[in-house]
């Protein structure tokens, strides 16, 4: 039995995400993460941090006939030449985040295809609201008004995204709100600088290679843009090894890789709501009132109308610049059979290990 202190309607949703485990107890309490004993459909061979997993077939695995393969092993590869080049040569069947620019070698190859799977994943760049400039909401507006995003998507993403609308619902999900797209307008980024009573403004946005592909190129094109409109953008190139602990969620504004959550009210808890773990300090009293209701909500146009209230809450005074959304973009060796791919979370909802075989 599972006694919730308020309602929640998507809880169903929460309990088959992959992040919930079940693990052996210790006695006296807590639970034994050590012995990695587990119920998944692998048990694990090696751990070498940074370099490799092996994985091997649990004969005991509840579901009948599953999973398909003997053995999986996840080889971290940074640099996307040599992972294009590990698949090329058979050394791996499956490469994560393909390259764009890899992607015509891929396709022109008989022995492998490309995926692109419609995601949640969407790239971003945060404002810390607790710091100036960003406290102010018109100087927000005037950021995202000054950002062309169509340039970033066909300059960076060379046409293979989505343009984002400063909100972090993507289209594929259930209670998408369409709203009319925030175009670039220097004139409106200019007006809403005004209304902050600035002529101008210097910010500095934090970006490394990894924090999402293409990050570096996108903000010197938005240094471009926002130029005109009298927002000078000082790009800070932040190491790659340690962004994610050192500069997401620690400096006022940086690109960001977001992967999305299942539902909406999850992703608004996760990141949104005021206090959420990966907020970086944005608040707005009505959204978190609306969050609440939504949440325990069973009756539908209810609950529809709650979340097109936030989502134009987020689009209007939130704290992120939408610049796509993207697909998950893979490159497979065509050996490897699977079903339909799942594209909430990457590899196939991280269930590819138990869902995937090799036709051989």
């Given amino acids: 039995m599972i006694t919730l202190t308020e309602g929640n309607a998507d809880l169903p949703y929460l309990l088959s995400d992959y992040h919930l485990s079940i693990y052996p107890a210790l006695q006296g309490g807590g639970i034994d993460m050590e012995s990695a004993s587990g119920t998944g459909s692998f048990t694990l061979e090696s751990f070498e941090p940074g370099i490799a997993t092996r994985l091997t077939r649990n004969p005991n695995y509840h579901k009948n006939n599953k999973p398909y393969l003997d053995e999986v092993e996840f080889i971290n590869i940074v640099d996307s030449s040599a992972r294009l080049n590990a698949l090329l040569t058979g050394e791996v069947d499956f490469i994560q985040d393909l390259d764009i620019r890899n992607v015509p070698m891929v396709e022109r190859s008989a022995d492998f295809a490309v995926q692109r799977i419609p995601s949640l ?71 809403h600088l005004a209304k902050a009573g600035l002529n101008s403004v210097n910010v500095d946005l934090s970006v490394a290679e990894n924090a999402f592909f293409g990050a570096i190129d996108a903000a010197t094109l938005y240094q471009e843009h926002a130029a005109r409109a009298g927002i000078n953008i000082n790009i800070v190139r932040e190491a790659a090894d ?90 497979v060796a065509n050996r490897v059979g699977f079903g339909e791919v799942g594209g909430l979370m990457p590899l196939d909802n991280m269930r590819m290990c138990e869902r995937w075989w090799i036709k051989d």
Avoid at 131 to 157: E, G, H, Q, T
Avoid at 243 to 264: H, I, S
Avoid at 276 to 293: I, K, V
Wanted: glycine letters at 4%; proline letters at 4%; one cysteine or more.
């Fill in 121 to 191: 994943r969407h790239f971003t760049f945060d404002m810390d609201t607790r710091v100036a400039p960003f406290d102010n909401p018109d100087v927000r507006l005037a950021l995202k008004y000054a950002l062309d995003r169509s340039d970033v998507i066909d300059k960076v993403f060379l046409g293979e995204g989505t343009q984002g609308n400063d909100n972090p619902v993507a289209p594929i999900q259930k209670f998408y709100h369409e709203m009319p797209a925030r175009e670039h307008s220097i004139d409106k980024a200019k007006e």
């Fill in 242 to 331: 340690g962004y994610w602990e050192n500069v997401w969620l620690k400096k006022p504004f940086c690109a960001v890789d977001y992967f999305g959550r299942a539902t909406v009210d999850w992703l608004f808890s996760t990141s949104y709501t005021t206090g959420a773990p990966w907020n970086s300090g944005w608040s707005n009293a009505r959204f978190d009132e609306l969050h609440q209701l939504a949440r325990a909500e069973t009756d539908e146009a209810k609950r529809t109308a709650y979340y097109v209230e936030m989502q134009e809450i987020l689009r209007d005074d939130g704290n992120i610049i939408t610049v796509a959304f993207v697909d998950w973009r893979n490159a």
